[in-house]
C-alpha cells in the first residue's frame, strides 16, 4: 500500500479497523500450528510470549477468556493493543529470566524491518543488512504471578532458555501446555538442552510432520532441521523444517490425541 492510500485509508476508517489491518501486515497467510491450538483450550488463559503483531494473540483470543500477550518494542505493543479484543492484555516487556533492560535488535532486510526476527540476542540474524535498536524492560514471567494458565506459546528468536528458566516456577505450579519454537541455527549445540529441561520435568515433546504429530527423538535436531531448509523473509517455511515444538505434560498425554484428530479431520 503506497503513502497515498495509507493516509486515505487513516482518514476514512475507524482506528480500530486500521489497527487490526496493520496487525496483520507480514503476518504469514498460514502457520500450520496455529491449527492445533483449539485442541490445547481448556477455556481460561493463554500467554503469548513474543506476541510481535498478535499471529497467535488475536486468534487465541477467541479460544480463551484471557490472553496476556508479552510484546516489548512500544510502537508494535501499541498496535497489537488497538487490534485485539477486551480480554487480552498486552505488556511492554520481554521476558528473561532476570529483571531490568535490555538490547531489542530489529533486522533489516531489502529496506523492511523484519519485526518477527526481533530478537534479544546477539548474532543470531546472518544475513540481514542492517538492524534497529530498542532498549526494552525485561521481567520474569515468574514476577507477574499469572493463574489458570492453559497454554504457553514462547518465540522469542533464541532467547527461549532464558525465558523458560524466568518461567520456572509459573511452568512447575501450572503444568501449562507450551509451544515454543527452538532452533538450531541460534544457537548451536543449545537446542536439545532445552528441549531436554523440558521433558525431565515430566512434558512429552512433539511436533506435526506431514499431517501426523511425531514424538521427538533425542539426537535428530539436526535431522528436522536441515540448514538448506533455513529461510529468508517472504519465503514460505518449509514443511519439513520443524522449529515449532509442543510440550505437553504427561498427565494431559490426550491433548496429543486430540491434535492428532485435528489433522485427521484435515487430511479428510
Known amino acids: 500500500m503506497n503513502?497515498?492510500?495509507?493516509?486515505?485509508?487513516?482518514?476514512?476508517?475507524?482506528r480500530s479497523i486500521v489497527a487490526s489491518l496493520q496487525a496483520r501486515r507480514h503476518v504469514p497467510a498460514h502457520d500450520p500450528e496455529l491449527e492445533l491450538l483449539p485442541a490445547l483450550a481448556r477455556g481460561r488463559t493463554f500467554?503469548?510470549?513474543?506476541?510481535?503483531?498478535?499471529?497467535?494473540?488475536?486468534?487465541?483470543?477467541?479460544?480463551?477468556?484471557?490472553?496476556?500477550a508479552f510484546e516489548p518494542v512500544a510502537s508494535m505493543a501499541e498496535i497489537l493493543r488497538r487490534a485485539a479484543p477486551s480480554n487480552?492484555?498486552?505488556?511492554?516487556?520481554?521476558?528473561?529470566?532476570?529483571?531490568?533492560?535490555?538490547?531489542?535488535?530489529?533486522?533489516?532486510?531489502?529496506?523492511?524491518?523484519?519485526?518477527?526476527?526481533?530478537?534479544l540476542e546477539s548474532d543470531v540474524n546472518v544475513g540481514f543488512d542492517d538492524e534497529t535498536v530498542h532498549d526494552v524492560r525485561l521481567a520474569r514471567l515468574d514476577s507477574l504471578g499469572l493463574r489458570d494458565i492453559d497454554v504457553v506459546k514462547i518465540d522469542v528468536e533464541g532467547h527461549e532458555g532464558a525465558a523458560i528458566e524466568g518461567a520456572r516456577e509459573t511452568i512447575d505450579r501450572e503444568r501449562p501446555t507450551l509451544v515454543v519454537e527452538i532452533e538450531e541455527r541460534h544457537h548451536a549445540g543449545q537446542s536439545e538442552a532445552i528441549i531436554e529441561r523440558l521433558t525431565s520435568r515430566d512434558y512429552l515433546c512433539c511436533y506435526p510432520i506431514e499431517g501426523r504429530i511425531e514424538h521427538f527423538r533425542p539426537g535428530s535436531i539436526d535431522a528436522l532441521q536441515?540448514?538448506?531448509?533455513?529461510?529468508?523473509?517472504?519465503?514460505?517455511?518449509?514443511?519439513l523444517y520443524i522449529n515449532n515444538f509442543f510440550f505437553v505434560p504427561a498427565e494431559r498425554g490426550h491433548e496429543i490425541e486430540a491434535m492428532e484428530r485435528i489433522l485427521a479431520d484435515r487430511r479428510r
Do not use: C
Open 3 to 14: 503513502e497515498r492510500l495509507k493516509r486515505l485509508a487513516r482518514t476514512v476508517l475507524p
Open 47 to 68: 500467554v503469548d510470549v513474543g506476541a510481535n503483531r498478535g499471529t497467535w494473540t488475536l486468534p487465541a483470543s477467541r479460544l480463551f477468556a484471557e490472553v496476556h
Open 88 to 119: 487480552v492484555t498486552v505488556h511492554e516487556l520481554a521476558l528473561s529470566d532476570h529483571e531490568g533492560t535490555g538490547r531489542f535488535a530489529v533486522p533489516i532486510y531489502q529496506g523492511r524491518a523484519i519485526t518477527t526476527r526481533a530478537t
Open 226 to 239: 536441515p540448514s538448506e531448509l533455513v529461510t529468508m523473509p517472504g519465503h514460505p517455511k518449509a514443511s
